[in-house]
């Protein structure tokens, strides 16, 4: 039977993809300032015992790796939370705490170390946490603590290699990353452990002053698994009933931490699994048991029963790891994505009158992509929420709130959404960073005081305006050296200009305003000029007699060695972005090359311009190294639309209408348009991985316009002149031109150089 929701659950995913053909939509991820002064976001909010001061709440962003390694948190961490809390948020929440050690092996490793901070089994930990708790009220800001009961069978499979033991799970489930693996059904008795383990931890929370417990409760982690009948299918015991785990274990919080401390629960509406996949639900093994997903009204009567039991607050989302983008909006996703979801939410609880057990109504707190003030505080004042989740827009920039209080608003440093620092990081084994902001992490490397005045004034020459120049520039500038910044074109943002064009590109359009704006403010208040469209060779920069000479000179674009390459109707992908008319008159396009740029390419010819388009690809892995929140939106909207990706595939001839491609068929090649299953990190060996045969067969597909995206060298050529002659006695080469890789290293790269030099 359909539900009154299901209708509206379906229009809403299904707009996620093509949301920005609304102009409206698409204006509110602008950072403006109209609604300045913000008094929505600027008010009070009493929940239960504790008054937070605004409506703003940091999001829990896990703390991967920035903690000692038996648990306790670190300077690192403290550092960390401390900056937030001097920006002015009202509320901070740590990333997840498990309470299962011991019982889910996925949050242990061996020799009981663990990746996670941790609160439970040891006093040794408290005083970690006392001193966030203690930091961030100095400044004003509540601490929440977020426990999980575990990560279940979205936690690592290596368990079963160096434990020898099974992950664990509601039911017998796949494992998110190997579905060759089962996960194990987690025992009665130790469900119950993890409850007691709640109510202990959240004991020794409050008595550590952290100012309320979080429940981890959505994306499909343990606590999902046991409360949503697509993960739990038991069919006896006191679990079998797949509410009671979750309604336990907050009243046995509830027992432990008495009636006035705040409970929040974070909750999925819907994991939109069979709203995503559609008819995938009933043809792909690893799918096919989670078609029975709790419905947006069983959500809606799971939360009125968690009220009924303690819980204080909510916030809502959707999603899980098996369509990642969903929980981890890229910067692809629409500005506020999740605000329809809220505004359900806080509509239910509103008509059917339910307050929490201090009498109260329950707030509803908004998630997903909010780091834009106007709409941020439309949202309050529309009432689709009582309050506003920021999670990577505090990475980006800890000061927003104090910032967006005091109307600077273009003084933002905006989130960008590409999630190379946040989330990427961690998966491939470091912690929590930033693409826009090299501070984030590092809070215990840089206290600011790596910002003083040098002691020698310095002429110094920074060659190429992308980010890694322009940043190094404007640094240097602040620390009081004579800069000069060279850009050979007319402005500054390197490959951020091409980057920005696609419509869902929107959060790079803001870091290229942010960039001018601190570029401008520097060039009126420091020794900084900045000279445009002038290529900069050896003579010059020697007749400059500069101190220092930093090269950010950026790529050069690499060709496929093809026949037929140089045709006029082949152009590369960022030369297409610059200048959209290239595509003019093409119907059929060839994109050569899968990686971020090639598919972010395609999207946009497809989807703005209409045109046909396939991509050819010689790896197996489509957007190898991606974070997969961004990888799996980007290869699933492409699939809707009709985009064929042909992987273990080369260009072999261009010829006047078509390319001629040599392209593996065998059925070992992996299904270039899997999303719910991740690739995994390359120092990470899958056991049940099918060696790829070949079978290669000539295939002739019709292009009227070829786009190479097939990757890119180091532009280094001026650095290395400059380092044969000793034009200057200092040289650096920097982004780019030093290595071809993210964002993340060129903005670090010139933070760390130019706060030293």
Known sequence: MTGKYDERMKAVVEKFGTWYEDKARLDDGIITSKLHPYTSIFSPLQVNGVKIKNRLVMGPMGNISMAEETGRPNTKMIQYFTERAKGGVGLITSGLIPISHGIDPTVTELGGLSYFPRIDASRTRFAGWRDIAERCHGYGAKFFIQLTPGLGRVGSPECLVNKFKLPVSASWNPNFYLPSIPCRPLSGRMAWKIIKNAGQASSDAKAALIDGVYLHGHEGYLLEQMTNPAFNRRSFGAFSDWQRFGIELVKEIRKRVGKSYPVMYRIDLSLALNETYGERMNTVKSLRKFKNERTVEQSLEYMAALVGAGVDMFDVDLGCYDNWWLPHPPGFMAPGCFLEISKITKDYFEEHKIRSNAGMDVPVVAVGKLGYPDLAEQALRDRKCDMIMLARPLLADPQWPNKVYAGAIDQICPCIGDQEGCINEFVDGGHPQCTVNPRTGHEDIYNGS?????????????????????????????????????????????????GSRPAIKFDILNYRAYLKTMLAETIKNYKLKAEYGREINLDLLRAGHYDAIICATGTVQRKPPAQGIDAPHVVWAVDLLRDPSLADGAKDVVIIGAGSVGCETAYYLVHEKKKKVKIVEMLPEIMKGVCTSNRGFLIHYLEKMGVELLNCSKLKEVGDKEVLVEQNVSKTVPDPYVTWTPLLPENIENPFAKKIKDEFQSRTIKADLVVISAGARPGDELYYECLAANVAPELYNIGDSFACGRLLEAVRAAYQLATVI
């Open 450 to 498: 790596e910002m003083r005045p040098s002691r020698t004034v310095k002429s110094i020459a920074v060659v190429g305006g992308g980010p890694a120049g322009a940043n190094a520039a404007m640094i240097a500038a602040h620390r009081g050296h004579n800069v000069t910044l060279f850009e050979k074109r007319e402005e500054i943002g390197g490959m951020l200009i091409p």
